[in-house]
C-alpha cells in the first residue's frame, strides 16, 4: 500500500544516489513474484533496467516511473534510551508496486544520514537479504528482500568493505518510532493521519469500532506478541530491538547483528555491541513488551480523542496487559507443538521448561534437537534415545525423558504421523551466522554461488533435502565464533 503522507514533517522527496558499475549479487524468485516481476529462463528480470532500478540509477523500469522516491522521518529509543530524530538514513522508499512498498537499503545519503555514509556493505546486506526470505519460508511475518546489487565502490567501516544495495518488499515500513516521532513533536494532526493510513489500509477490522485508535494499538501489540513468540521457537534474535526497528505490522524489520541461537543459551547475545545483554534471546519478549508501551505513550493523545485523559490513559495500560497474555499463549502454542504435544495437558509447560533448562545446561544445539525429536518412537526406552548422550546430567536427561515419553502416550497420533506434523514446525535448516559468513566469505571474492545456495536451502527449511546434510550442522566447536555488531 502507498505510504500517502507528504509534507517535509513527514518526508523528504530524494532521489537514490548512483552505485556505479552495478552487478546483480542475488535475487529471489518468490520475491519477484510478489511484485509480479516477469524473470527470464536464467532467473533474472526479462528488462535489464531492474538492474539500474535497484542500484539506485534509474527510476524508470519496464512501464514503471518512480516519479517522488522518498525517505520518512522517525524517533525512537535505542537501547532504552530516548534517542531523539532518526529517520531513513541510508533506505529510500522507491514507491509502490502490486500493493508493496519497495525501498532500496544503502542507497545514499538523506536528510536523515546524521553522520552515516547511507551506504550498506555487502556483507550486511547478503544477511539481510538471506535471511528476509528464511524468515519467509519459515513462516514468520517478515519484510521480504527482492535483491542484493553489489558495486566495487569502497566503504569503509571497521576495515574496508565495498557497497551493495538490498531491495526491501513489505507492505508498509511503518514503525512504532514514526508514531514516536509526532508524539514527540506534538504533530497531531500527523500522529491521527499515521493511524488513520494504518486504519484504513492494514487494520480495517478496528476502523469499525467506536474506540478505533484503542483497538489499533491492542492489534498491533498483540501482532507484536505473536512475532517475537514465533522468533523464541526458532532460537531467531533480532540483535538491536530499538522502537525504530519495531513494525507497526508485526513483520520482522532491520535485519542487522541478528542471529540464530546454535548451542542453546537462554541469555544468548547476538550483538557483540550489545555489552550489557539488553536484546539477549530471554529478554525479546519483555522488550518488546516495552517497545509497545513507547507505542502506547505515542499514541495516548490519540485515545483522548474518544475518551477522558484519566480514562485514555487506564485503558491503554490495561490494553498493554493483553501482551503478556497473549505471548504466553502463543508461546506455549508453539513449543506444545515442537515438542509434539497436539493436546493440551496440564504439565506440559512444566516440562518444556525443563527440556530447556536442560538444553541450556548442556549447550545442546536447539535447532537440530528439536528436529531429531521427532523420530523418538513412543515405546522407546529413554536410554535407548541416542540424544540423551549429549547431556552432561544423564539421570536429569533421561528422568526427562521417561516423562516425556510418558506424555506422548496420551497423543492420538502415531509415530508417523507425529514426525510429520513436528517436523512442518521444527525447522531443519535455519540462517546460522557461519553458513551466512561462509556466504559472504565467497562473494567478497566475486563468488556469489554460495548465496544463491543458501537461498535455495533457506527457502524449503522444513524439508529434507538431499546432500544437504552439513546445511544443517551446528558450527563446529573449533570454528570461532562469528562476530556481529551494529556496523554494517
Ligand atoms: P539501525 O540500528 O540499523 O536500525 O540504524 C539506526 C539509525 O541509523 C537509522 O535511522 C538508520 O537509518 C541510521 N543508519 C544506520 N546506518 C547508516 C548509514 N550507514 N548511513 C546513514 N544512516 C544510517
Ligand atoms: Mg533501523
Known amino acids: 500500500m502507498p505510504f500517502t503522507m507528504r509534507g517535509n514533517d513527514v518526508c523528504s522527496v530524494i532521489s537514490p544516489s548512483p552505485l556505479p558499475a552495478p552487478y546483480w549479487v542475488a535475487l529471489s524468485r518468490s520475491a519477484a513474484d510478489l511484485i509480479g516481476l516477469r524473470l527470464n529462463d536464467a532467473g533474472m528480470p526479462q528488462d535489464p533496467q531492474w538492474l539500474q532500478l535497484l542500484a539506485g540509477n534509474t527510476l524508470s523500469v519496464d512501464s514503471i516511473q518512480f516519479s517522488d522516491p522518498l525517505a520518512t522521518v522517525y524517533s525512537g529509543h535505542q537501547f532504552g534510551v530516548w534517542a531523539g530524530q532518526l529517520g531513513d538514513g541510508r533506505a529510500i522508499l522507491l514507491g509502490d508496486i502490486h500493493g508493496q512498498e519497495l525501498q532500496l537499503k544503502g542507497a545514499g545519503r538523506t536528510p536523515y544520514s546524521r553522520m552515516g555514509d547511507g551506504r550498506a556493505v555487502l556483507r550486511s546486506s547478503i544477511r539481510e537479504f538471506l535471511c528476509s526470505e528464511a524468515m519467509h519460508a519459515l513462516g514468520i511475518p517478515t519484510s521480504r528482500a527482492l535483491a542484493i546489487v553489489g558495486s566495487k565502490q569502497p566503504i569503509r567501516r571497521e576495515t574496508m568493505e565495498t557497497a551493495a544495495i538490498c531491495s526491501r518488499i513489505a507492505p508498509s515500513f511503518i514503525r512504532i518510532g514514526h508514531f514516536e516521532h509526532f508524539a514527540a513533536t506534538q504533530n497531531i494532526v500527523r500522529l491521527k493521519e499515521l493511524a488513520d493510513l494504518l486504519l484504513t489500509h492494514f487494520y480495517p477490522e478496528c476502523a469499525k469500532n ?20 514465533k522468533w523464541q521457537s526458532v532460537g531467531f534474535c533480532h540483535g538491536v530491538l530499538n522502537s525504530d526497528n519495531i513494525s507497526a505490522l508485526g513483520l520482522t524489520i532491520d535485519y542487522g547483528p541478528f542471529g540464530f541461537v ?58 498493554l496487559e493483553d501482551f503478556p497474555i497473549e505471548y504466553a499463549s502463543q508461546w506455549q502454542h508453539l513449543f506444545r507443538h515442537k515438542l509434539g504435544f497436539f493436546a493440551e495437558q496440564d504439565g506440559d509447560i512444566e516440562l518444556i521448561e525443563r527440556l530447556l533448562q536442560a538444553m541450556h545446561d548442556s549447550r545442546i544445539d536447539f535447532t537440530s534437537f528439536f528436529r531429531s525429536l521427532s523420530c523418538i518412537p513412543k515405546s522407546m526406552s529413554p536410554k535407548d534415545i541416542a540424544l540423551r548422550n549429549d547431556f552432561l546430567d544423564r539421570d536429569g536427561i533421561d528422568s526427562w525423558f521417561q516423562d516425556y515419553l510418558a506424555r506422548l502416550q496420551i497423543e492420538a497420533l502415531d509415530d508417523a504421523a ?56 551446528p558450527p563446529s566447536p573449533d570454528l570461532n565464533p562469528v562476530a556481529v555488531s551494529c556496523s554494517s
Open 418 to 473: 507425529r514426525k510429520l506434523a513436528m517436523d512442518q514446525v521444527n525447522p531443519k535448516y535455519i540462517l546460522r551466522n557461519h553458513l551466512a559468513q561462509a556466504a559472504i566469505e565467497k562473494a567478497q571474492g566475486d563468488d556469489f554461488s554460495e548465496v544463491t545456495k543458501l537461498l535455495q536451502i533457506l527457502s524449503r527449511p522444513y524439508d529434507e533435502q538431499l546432500e544437504c546434510g552439513i546445511y544443517a550442522l
Open 210 to 229: 467506536q474506540d478505533q485508535y484503542l483497538s489499533l494499538f491492542k492489534a498491533i501489540s498483540l501482532k507484536n506478541a505473536q512475532l517475537v513468540a
Open 262 to 319: 546454535d548451542h542453546f543459551e537462554i541469555d544468548h547475545i547476538c550483538n557483540h555491541s550489545d555489552h550489557a545483554g539488553r536484546y539477549a534471546y530471554h529478554r525479546q519478549p519483555q522488550i518488546m513488551h516495552w517497545n509497545m508501551a513507547c507505542l502506547a505513550s505515542a499514541m495516548l493523545p490519540l485515545v483522548e480523542l474518544d475518551y477522558s485523559a484519566e480514562d485514555a490513559q487506564a485503558l491503554l495500560r490495561s490494553a
